[in-house]
């Protein structure tokens, strides 16, 4: 069987399951197998598939076929202008969640030594990505996951930015060290309830505490407002990523925290994002 071959029929097989981007994710786990890229796969269709490689790339597809996500499968997602490594460990990052990086380096395009902290740090994508752009900037990040920490700390050394970095094991209403001009974070804002309606993708795979903000969607946004108040520098700046229905209710929660409301940003689907305040 020849690589083109291969792909159509486990693509026809993704089909019948009603995954969506079967033909993408087909290729996708190919070029994981064969450790090429996407661009080899069409410029070598034809090229035969050794039944080494062959029984490997049923093993993915049969995952997937349990609707298990590709980048759990290939260990990496990209985000921003990076690979990041994943597990099953951390939430495989978004692209809505680019909007917080777009933010920051917006408000921050002409500022120097920033001293920031982001509240659930993950697979580290959003802290490495923004330390990255921006090479004055010195980031703090805290997750209450030692598996998430390890898999952040995997990210940051590839990425060359490990003396730039601290992370700390830490629940946020147990963490005091330090004053910050920025703190940034995608908390869980997932209604418990709600948790049983996501694709079968996220809920049976991803892990529930990146994503379970309690009965109302907002137990851990309570959380990160309060503690950031306590911790952030005064005119300094919180950006939060919400849900799409959040917007009127974390506006109370900030500005009952003494927070001004700067701007509500809407994401590419136009729903409300992200909301960035200043401490008052």
């Known amino acids: 069987m020849n690589i083109e071959e ?14 969506k981007s079967a033909l993408l994710d087909s290729e996708i786990l ?10 080899f796969l069409i410029m070598n269709s034809g090229h035969k598939i050794v039944d080494k490689d062959y029984k490997n790339f049923r093993k993915l597809i049969n995952s997937r076929l349990k609707r298990k996500p590709v980048a759990y499968l290939t ?13 099953e460990k951390v939430l495989i990052p978004r692209p809505e969640t680019e909007l917080l990086i777009e933010k920051v380096l917006e408000y921050y395009k002409n500022k120097e030594n920033i001293n920031f902290l982001e509240i659930g740090v993950g697979s580290g994508c959003i802290i490495l990505s923004i330390l990255k752009e921006k090479k004055s900037f010195l980031g703090k990040g805290l997750d209450v996951s030692k598996d998430s920490l390890k898999v952040c700390k995997v990210n940051a050394k590839r990425l060359g930015l490990n003396s ?7 629940d946020i209403d147990n963490f005091i060290l330090g004053k910050y001009d920025l703190i940034i974070s995608n908390p869980p804002y997932i209604k418990n309830l709600d948790l049983k309606n996501l694709d079968d ?42 849900a799409h229905d959040q917007k009127n209710e974390v506006k109370k929660i900030l500005e009952k925290n003494n927070f001004y409301i700067n701007k509500v940003v809407k994401d590419f689907a136009k729903k409300d994002r992200c909301i960035i305040s200043t401490k008052i």
Do not use: T
């Open 201 to 242: 993708d996220i809920v049976n795979y991803e892990p529930k505490k990146a994503l379970d903000g309690g009965f109302d969607g907002l137990s851990e946004i309570r959380k990160v407002v309060k503690k950031s108040s306590e911790l952030i520098k005064n005119r300094g700046k919180l950006i939060l990523e919400i």
């Open 164 to 170: 730039r970095l601290k992370l700390f094991k830490s």
């Open 75 to 87: 260990g990496v997602k990209s985000f921003w202008k990076y690979d990041f490594k994943i597990n």
């Open 30 to 39: 190919m070029s994981k197998v064969l450790k090429r890229d996407r661009k």
């Open 6 to 19: 291969a792909i159509k029929e486990a693509s026809q097989l993704l089909e019948r399951k009603k995954i």
